[in-house]
C-alpha cells in the first residue's frame, strides 16, 4: 500500500524559499494517482489547498499563492516536490502531502496523506 | 474567511445521530463533486466520503453523505466516542480553479 512521507527543513527564514519533498513508499506515486497534491495547516486553523500537478501536465495553485508556490513531480524518484517563496510568519504550517489512490471523479478525494511536516517560519 | 461554510461545532449523544452541513456556491459544490475528511488530534486528515456520497474501503456505512444544490451533508449515525475529531468538507472550485475546504466542524460526543 502507497504511503507518503513528508521531507524538508523545519525552520525557514523570512523571505527565503520553502522546499519541500514528498516521497512513496510501498508503492509508485503513478499508478493510480492522477494528481499530487499539497495541503497545508495552520497551528489551531482549517485546511488550506496550496495546490496539486496533474498527470496530464497541468498544474493548479490556491489563487492566493500562486504566485510563490511551485509544485513539480519527478516519477524517477517517486516523489513530487513544493517549493514556496518569499515566505513570511503566515506560511508557518503543518505541511502535508496527499494523493488520491480510489477511482474518484472528483478533484479533491485525497485518500493517500503523509503524517505532516511542521514548518515554521522565523528569524 | 472559507468558501465553503460549515458549522464551528456540532454534539450529540453517543448512539444518537448528527448531522454536519457544508454550505457553497454555484462554482464550487453547486456542480461539482463532495468530498468529507475527519481529523483526529495529531493525525492527519481522512477521507471519509467522496464523490458526494461514495466511501472509501474501510470507512464504515454509519457515515454517509449527500448533496443538494449548493449544500452538501455529512450523516453520522450511532455516534461513538471514536467520532469525536475535526470534520472537513472539500470540492473543486470552477471560478477559481481550485480545491477549496470548509473551516471544520468540531464534533463532540456528549
Known amino acids: 500500500q502507497l504511503q507518503l512521507q513528508e521531507s524538508g527543513p523545519g525552520l525557514v527564514r523570512p523571505s527565503e524559499t520553502l522546499s519541500l519533498t514528498c516521497t512513496g513508499s510501498?508503492?509508485?506515486?503513478?499508478?493510480?494517482?492522477?494528481?499530487w497534491g499539497w495541503i497545508r495547516q495552520s497551528p489551531g486553523k482549517g485546511l488550506e489547498w496550496i495546490g496539486a500537478?496533474?498527470?496530464?501536465?497541468?498544474?493548479y495553485y490556491n489563487p492566493s499563492l500562486t504566485s510563490r508556490a511551485t509544485i513539480s513531480v519527478d516519477t524517477s524518484k517517486n516523489q513530487f516536490s513544493l517549493r514556496l517563496a518569499s515566505v513570511t510568519a503566515a506560511d508557518t504550517a503543518l505541511y502535508y502531502c496527499?494523493?488520491?489512490?480510489?477511482?474518484?471523479?472528483?478533484?479533491?478525494?485525497?485518500?493517500?496523506w503523509g503524517q505532516g511536516t511542521l514548518v515554521t517560519v522565523s528569524s | 474567511q472559507s468558501v465553503l461554510t460549515q458549522p464551528p461545532s456540532v454534539s450529540a449523544a453517543p448512539g444518537q445521530k448528527v448531522t454536519i452541513s457544508c454550505s457553497g456556491s454555484?462554482?464550487?459544490?453547486?456542480?461539482?463533486?463532495v468530498s468529507w475528511y475527519h481529523q483526529l488530534p495529531g493525525t492527519a486528515p481522512k477521507l471519509l466520503i467522496y464523490?458526494?456520497?461514495k466511501r472509501p474501503s474501510g470507512i464504515p456505512d454509519r457515515f454517509s453523505g449527500s448533496k443538494s444544490g449548493t449544500s452538501a451533508t455529512l450523516d453520522i449515525t450511532g455516534l461513538q466516542t471514536g467520532d469525536e475529531a475535526d470534520y472537513f468538507c472539500?470540492?473543486?472550485?470552477?471560478?477559481?480553479?481550485?480545491?477549496?475546504f470548509g473551516g471544520g466542524t468540531k464534533l463532540t460526543v456528549l
Open positions: 496527499a494523493v488520491p489512490e480510489i477511482p474518484a471523479d472528483g478533484d479533491d478525494a485525497y485518500d493517500v
Open positions: 510501498g508503492g509508485s506515486i503513478t499508478s493510480k494517482s492522477f494528481y
Open positions: 500537478t496533474y498527470h496530464i501536465g497541468s498544474t
Open positions: 454555484s462554482s464550487n459544490i453547486g456542480t461539482n463533486y
Open positions: 464523490d458526494n456520497n
Open positions: 472539500g470540492t473543486w472550485d470552477t471560478s477559481l480553479r481550485a480545491v477549496v
